[in-house]
């Protein structure tokens, strides 16, 4: 990218692993798999069970900047779409992968 007549370095983000689990408010984890047996549909609601309310979504990064972990409620929404922000983590997961 040049700007001014100079070119201008932006750093390059690598992921080398990404890992999704869910944490109860115990703070035990499960892996997707685990999770979704407690499940009839997997993790694909239409309408997330109230089982669901105190469990977050977990997120640890492994990248060429470091270790970083994220958190977010399972119930939680995108208050713009409407959407669960799980479902959509989903839907471009889904996407990236085919």
């Known amino acids: ?4 007549g100079r070119k201008i370095e932006q750093p390059i983000i690598r992921f080398d692993s990404i890992t ?6 115990c703070g035990r984890r ?3 798999d685990e999770f979704a047996q407690g499940f009839e549909h997997g993790i694909l ?8 309310n105190d469990i977050k979504v977990v997120l640890d990064l492994k990248t060429n900047f470091g ?5 977010f409620n399972f ?5 713009a779409l409407g959407h669960y922000l799980i479902d ?4 471009k997961w889904v996407v990236l992968w085919e």
């Open 1 to 4: 990218m040049y700007g001014g």
């Open 20 to 25: 999704v689990s869910f944490e109860d408010r």
């Open 30 to 32: 499960q892996s997707i």
């Open 45 to 52: 609601f239409f309408g997330h069970p109230p089982e669901t």
């Open 67 to 71: 270790e970083r972990t994220f958190r």
């Open 75 to 79: 119930c939680r929404m995108d208050r």
């Open 88 to 91: 959509e983590l989903v839907i």
